[in-house]
């Protein structure tokens, strides 16, 4: 069982820049795949960026390569979004996940794949 608890959100003008953090507990955290999503108002959930348990090998939408990285550190149980350039169009609540399956090759960019979810932190970008 991994509960998630996301900070970093918050009111940024476009351009600038916010670095998400996700806290887990649970001592299975190094083995699984993490992810970002985000949802705006009146939007679905969609996917944002993605790290495999090693964190080798990360997966981006298009809408943010080159401008979001994610990365993750296991002795911290933490994963982090780094947020550059940012966006009015990347206003939303943003989620962080984890599998449930351990040690997969791929991360997933499928919100039915991940198990566990945070309660999400709202990203609001101002023109």
């Known amino acids: 069982q991994l509960q998630l608890v996301e900070s970093g959100g918050g009111l940024v003008q476009a351009g600038g820049s916010l670095r998400l953090s996700c806290a887990a507990s649970g001592r299975t955290f190094g083995s699984v795949a993490a992810g970002w999503f985000r949802q705006a108002p009146g939007k679905e959930r969609e996917f944002v960026a993605a790290i495999i348990w090693s964190g080798n090998s990360v997966d981006y939408a298009d809408s943010v390569k080159g401008r979001f990285t994610i990365s993750r550190d296991n002795d911290k149980n933490t994963v982090y979004l780094q947020m550059d350039s940012l966006k009015p169009e990347d206003t939303a609540v943003y989620y962080c996940?984890?599998?449930?399956?351990?040690?997969?090759?791929?991360?997933?960019?499928?919100?039915?794949?991940?198990?566990?979810w945070g309660q999400g932190t709202q990203v609001t970008v101002s023109p």
């Open positions: 996940a984890a599998r449930g399956k351990a040690y997969t090759a791929l991360a997933g960019t499928s919100a039915d794949l991940y198990t566990y």
